[in-house]
């Protein structure tokens, strides 16, 4: 039996009281983090998203399996040609993947460290990829996490080079997804390494949502011109998605009660350690939904027709999020349980979602074909 099924026999209560990214955690060197003192009303079901009995939708559909037998895949996204690029967390390895065909390896990414939840995360394309032929990738070394650029030609990478250094790293809590803007620079998430009060801390980059040029500066426009810092007050921000309007939101773990789904603003402190849910002092800002931590522990996250729709680990499902002007609300889960523990998710150039499971990361229950990407259908 998968762990979201023992878990959703556990009364209400008892669930707030465990420890959460999306399993119980190892023991950790890190600095302890005090218990936040805001939270949300778990009766208000317009800030808390409730689970649902598994359903059959025709609109929201697996359509077919794209890949197999993979280790832990976390980054994806496409290429100019539609075919993914696919980061594997644990072997370092770099793919390739055209639908209808077998992933291609196309490279590792040797200064890669994988310990616990740490090593080759994210990957961004470059939006002028077509010109400069360049990827992104965030990962973790042995002394810090960095964002890396290098070329593809089509056949293998070019030589890695370190454009942003110096991002904590930890036991646990790496952050690691890149995401670039409407305007060309490229957005990061950090974690806070398991010591909530750096995530308050304006001198470190973690528990923060950076803001970089692709050279690695600061991008113009940030709150402070001297530092890639965008946001803080971040715990483990894990997706990262822009809507139709440009609008940038971002799905972060909670600790022992709520996670959330943050809409993003320039300069905003999102609360971590001293809230968690709503419920935050005036300087803090709210989430517009959040989750018991045994539906959700969310990673990915991705906008695709006229919906976020959210990745989650525990939770083992993938949550479809309506916003309009501005506000997301009423979260509805698709898939529960069927495929474990599910990553990434990214909109495809059709318009469909690819989805990755997560069930060889060290915390799931893998099947035969485990890892899989699935591409869903949204019509």
């Known amino acids: 039996m998968r762990l979201v099924a023992l878990l959703l026999l556990v009364p209400l209560a008892l669930t707030a009281c465990t420890t959460t ?3 119980p955690p190892e023991p950790s060197p890190q600095a302890s ?21 598994a359903r059959a939708d025709p609109q929201v559909a697996v359509a077919r399996t794209l890949a197999t037998g993979l280790r832990a895949p976390w ?22 993947l055209k639908a209808g065909s077998e992933p291609r390896e196309i490279g590792t990414i040797d200064e890669a460290d994988p310990r616990e939840e740490s090593g080759l995360l994210g990957v961004a394309v470059s939006p002028d990829f077509t010109r400069d032929s360049t990827l992104f990738f965030y990962l973790t070394t042995a002394t810090d996490n960095r964002v ?3 070329t593809y030609d089509g056949s293998t990478l070019g030589a890695i ?15 690691g997804r890149l995401e670039f803007a409407p305007d060309g620079n490229l957005l990061v998430s950090t974690g806070e390494t398991g010591d909530g009060q750096m995530a308050q801390d304006p001198n470190a980059l973690g528990g923060k949502i950076l803001r970089i040029t692709t050279d690695g500066d600061p991008a113009p426009g940030n709150p402070d011109p001297d530092s890639p810092i965008w946001t803080s007050g971040h715990r483990n921000v894990q997706g990262l998605a822009f809507d139709s309007s440009g609008q940038l939101w971002a799905s972060e773990f909670g600790s022992q009660t709520f996670d959330e789904l943050n809409q993003i603003r320039k300069g905003a402190n999102y609360g971590w350690p001293h809230f968690e849910g709503t419920g935050g002092a005036p300087s803090y800002a709210d989430p517009q939904v959040v989750w018991r931590t045994a539906n959700a522990s969310p990673s990915g996250l991705a906008f695709a027709a006229g919906h976020l729709w959210m990745a989650s680990l525990r939770g083992e499902r993938l949550w479809r999020v309506p916003v309009k002007d501005g506000r997301a609300s009423k979260p509805t889960d698709f898939f529960v349980g069927k495929y474990g523990r599910l990553r990434t998710v ?11 499971t997560s069930n060889r990361d060290g915390r799931g229950d893998p099947g035969p074909a485990d ?3 699935l591409e869903i259908t949204l019509s």
């Open 75 to 96: 980054g994806l996204d496409f290429l100019p040609d539609g075919s993914a690029v696919v980061t594997e967390r644990d072997t370092k390895r770099v793919l390739v």
């Open 21 to 23: 990214d999306d399993a």
């Open 161 to 175: 080079e370190p454009i942003l250094t110096g991002i904590p790293k930890g036991f646990t809590h790496d952050g």
């Open 33 to 53: 983090v005090p218990q936040p003192t805001g939270s949300a009303n778990p009766t208000d079901p317009a800030v808390t998203a409730k689970p649902s009995p």
């Open 346 to 356: 990214v909109r495809a150039p059709n318009g469909n979602l690819w989805l990755t």
């Open 148 to 150: 890396v650029r290098t």
């Open 371 to 373: 890892d899989r990407i």
